[in-house]
């Protein structure tokens, strides 16, 4: 296996990695390898390096859209990792409330990271909204930066409607209430496999998959 180059200060720790993944969050480590897997049977998950382990924190997410977001976090480990580094940014946009959470989905209850209260916070503000005004979308912005400076972003969009409480024990985050159109489970309730061929992160990365794979080939 090639070694990549530019490591930062961990790189003795990470020196068979040829990715890196821009995230704290092991839910969306996850669903990434499953996702490459599925469409390049030769992914090795343990190509792929996080932020911890750079010892990392994650960047302040201060843009103004989805595409922004991804490529701030991208640059920041890229800058330490010296390697083709992926990211996304990802969130809920709900039509009655115009778009929002939106980008700010992560923290719609005022901080970060609390899924729960999140979640619980949408349902009560849309408690009165009849179903047929409850339609949402998922959105997903993948961006790819490479040590040459290259940067590539792809976006992915699944449609749907919202319940009014949640249903399943999949997924994460607004999983549980958002039933993507055609289907009569949410996205909590579908395999891996089956959420992953149809949702918004799916769809990013599947577009960005033959950007990653050429500078992948190239190391």
Not at 13 to 30: D, M
Not at 43 to 72: C, K, R, S
Not at 79 to 98: E, Q, R, W
Not at 145 to 172: C, K
Request: with cysteine.
């Amino acid at each position: 296996m090639t070694t990549p180059h530019g490591f930062g200060s961990a790189g003795s720790q990470v020196v068979s990695k040829r990715l890196a993944l821009a995230t704290g969050n092991p839910h969306k480590v996850q669903e990434l390898a499953q996702i490459l897997s599925s469409h390049w049977p030769q992914f090795d998950p343990q190509w792929v390096a996080t932020m911890a382990d750079y010892d990392l924190a994650e960047p302040v997410e201060d843009a103004v859209t989805f595409a922004g977001n991804a490529l701030i976090k991208a640059r920041a480990l890229a800058n330490v990792s010296g390697l083709p580094t992926i990211a996304d940014d990802s969130g809920i946009c709900v039509d009655v409330l115009g778009g929002a959470p939106g980008i700010f989905s992560a923290r719609w209850c005022g901080h970060h990271g609390d899924s729960e209260a999140n979640l619980h916070l949408l349902l009560n503000q849309l408690a009165d909204v009849p179903a047929e005004h409850r339609g949402a979308n998922f959105t997903c912005a993948a961006a790819l930066v490479l040590p040459s400076g290259e940067e590539v972003v792809r976006e992915g969009v699944v449609s749907g409607t919202l319940l009014t409480a949640p249903q399943g024990e999949g997924g994460f985050g607004y999983d549980p209430i958002f039933v993507p159109d055609g289907y009569q489970v949410t996205t909590a309730q579908l395999s891996a496999e089956e959420k992953n061929a149809i949702s918004h992160r799916g769809k990013a990365f599947t577009a960005l998959l033959p950007h990653l794979r050429r500078a992948l080939q190239d190391l």
